[in-house]
């Protein structure tokens, strides 16, 4: 008998179907001792039958696997497309013009609304914890951005978006950009908050002041900015799983694992150094799934 835990889900028992459907059309092409071999040739009406029988099984073979692929997309494909790459990707005029345009918030009762159905399933949810998180955040990214080295980032980043960061400061540093500024945070809000079946999400904004400057480093030419200060304002967007919820120790905002607790050490892919558990999925905690910033 098997235990719970070792039972077929529905795509791998629809698989196994498959298979035996196959191996039952193709028959056994060996003899056993003391057998007569089966007669062979296209007229044997056990061959045309097995033969007429694959070829409507190739045929069908898409409809076999329908319900298997809305499973495996359901189950699989919803978080991975959500925590695995999530970046906004323009095009055209857009991408030319419309550099860093940040979206309209959410209406306030929507957003009170999203916060509520988060907190309905994690008593531990706090949005003050995020807005801070946020503000810290966006420090460590001043941090990385100047320094050319994403490192500071790994602590909140999904990996998804750590992998498409560390590719942005590479291919930076091969032009020759320089990036040096100062700046910090005098607000936060809470303007977007959502909960799905499949994974919560809150958008925060950020009101920054300080300067940041752009340059091509052998010549001397300004990119964007320069050393005049000036405000702006930024939208981190953080998400995780549904499933999960606020750990004891505080998770990712308060600079602990969120799978053993032990102070945060990670490794460039995103695991704890202590349990090895990949923290940074959005499985288990918050992570920055987005970021963008205003025209400056």
Known sequence: MKLDSDRDTFGEALMTFNLAAMRLIAGSRKSRAGRQREPSGCMFPVIMVRALLMIALVLLLPLFMLPYLIVRIVTVGGPSVRYSSVLDVA????ARWGYGSLEPPQDASAVRAGAAAIAAHDR?????RLMNWAAAATGLICQSLTSGDATP???FMANGLFRTYEALLEIREKADVACEGSWRTTGARLIEA??????DEVRVRLECE???WERHAPTGLTLRGGREPRTWSEDLTFGRSARATTPEAGGLPASRCPSCGAPLDLTRDGACRYCNGIVTAGRLDWVLIGWRREPW
């Open 91 to 94: 095009s055209g005029e857009p």
């Open 124 to 128: 531990g949810f706090d949005s003050s």
């Open 153 to 155: 980032a790994r602590t």
């Open 194 to 199: 959502r909960s799905t079946p499949l994974f």
């Open 210 to 212: 300080g300067w940041c």
